[in-house]
């Protein structure tokens, strides 16, 4: 079993439309968990970090279950520019490296 | 100011070939790591060098793969006898005291 799960889509949405991603992790001693973008071809770039009391970045809602052990992603109002592969990503304690999953793809259409 | 820089880009290779692949991480960043993307998975973790040192190397799938760090800036990814499934894109990244990992654009390594 893989230590970070998700569904790797795709998830054809319109704009306009609210999408939501899941990931589980396995390592109940992971402390600190991000989602991550990455544009086809290009590096993965930090999109924001998740904390247990949820936080919130414009469009964009995390949220963290540690009883659960899960991570979700809440993307509000669709853009065309929001279509990319989202990974979900966590750091084990005491450890600095980053486990990733395999990443959900979302294509947004107009 | 500059990112993470890795080259070359792109390496085509035999397989038995050795390869060496570079990474410039981004100016005073003390932490640097390598990772590897097959395609359709998310990158897993090979090695991280806190200044000089790789404080940690558990992800090297074998022998054939080294890393340096000799001055403490620049990174080398070593890979011996390369195989097919070697084939991916291999990121470095690196940060400054434990904090957000900054990706560069990566190298992608096709071994035939």
């Known amino acids: 079993r893989k230590e970070v799960e998700q569904d790797p889509g795709p998830f054809n949405v319109p704009e306009g439309a609210t999408v939501a991603f899941n990931c589980t992790y396995s390592n109940s001693a992971s402390q600190s968990f991000f989602w991550y973008r990455q544009d086809c071809r290009k590096e993965p770039k930090l999109l924001m970090s998740v904390y247990s009391s949820g936080n919130e970045d414009g469009r964009f809602t995390a949220q963290l279950n540690r009883a659960s052990q899960y991570i979700s992603l809440l993307i509000r109002d669709s853009k065309l520019s929001d279509s990319a592969t989202y990974l979900c990503?966590?750091?084990?304690?005491?450890?600095?490296?980053?486990?990733f999953g395999t990443g959900t793809r979302l294509q947004v259409f107009p | 100011g500059a990112g993470v820089s890795q080259t070359p880009s792109n390496k085509v290779t035999e397989k038995g070939k050795y390869v060496e692949l570079r990474c410039d991480p981004i100016?005073?960043?003390?932490?640097l790591y390598w990772y590897r993307q097959s395609l359709g998975q998310g990158p897993e973790f090979l090695i991280y060098f806190q200044g000089t040192g790789a404080a940690d190397d558990s992800g090297l799938p074998n022998d054939r793969f080294f890393a340096v760090r000799p001055e403490g800036s620049v990174s080398t990814l070593k890979i011996q006898r390369t195989e097919r499934g070697d084939s991916a894109v291999y990121l470095c990244?690196?940060?400054?005291?434990?904090?957000?990992?900054?990706f560069g654009p990566g190298t992608r390594l096709t071994v035939l």
């Open positions: 100016s005073g960043h003390t932490a």
């Open positions: 990503v966590v750091i084990s304690y005491n450890t600095d490296k980053l486990i």
């Open positions: 990244a690196s940060s400054l005291d434990r904090n957000e990992q900054f």
